[in-house]
Nanobody, 124 residues
């Protein structure tokens, strides 16, 4: 049974930074794509960033490109999301996702396992 546990969320002022972590357990995941999604109140879940099995094949949503960086440490079974220059519109619950595929894209349907999320709130 795969488990994903996010951490690192919190309250930050606009322009600040946070680093989210997602620890995977239950199996090794070095051959799997991983991603971050987010869901703001009253909105659908949206793609944020994804990284392929080797840390390459990274893609970002246009709204976060240049501000967020996704990375992974396969030895620690952990994926990170470094968020800089945060804006109030980045406020959401952030979810970690794991795909059975080596490389995956923007669709939530491409990911097979999900964490419970961590809240990020950006104040203006």
């Amino acid at each position: 049974q795969v488990q994903l546990v996010e951490s690192g969320g919190g309250l930050v002022q606009a322009g600040g930074s946070l680093r989210l972590s997602c620890a995977a357990s239950g199996r090794t995941f070095s051959n799997n794509a991983m991603a971050w999604f987010r869901q703001a109140p009253g909105k659908d879940r949206e793609f944020v960033a994804t990284t392929g099995w080797g840390g390459g094949s990274t893609f970002y949503a246009d709204s976060v490109k240049g501000r967020f960086t996704i990375s992974r440490d396969n030895a620690k079974n952990t994926v990170y999301l470094r968020m800089n220059m945060l804006k109030p519109e980045d406020t959401a619950v952030y979810y970690c996702a794991l795909s059975k595929r080596v490389v995956a894209g923007f669709g939530a349907y491409e990911y097979d396992y999900w964490g419970r999320g961590t809240q990020v709130t950006v104040s203006s």
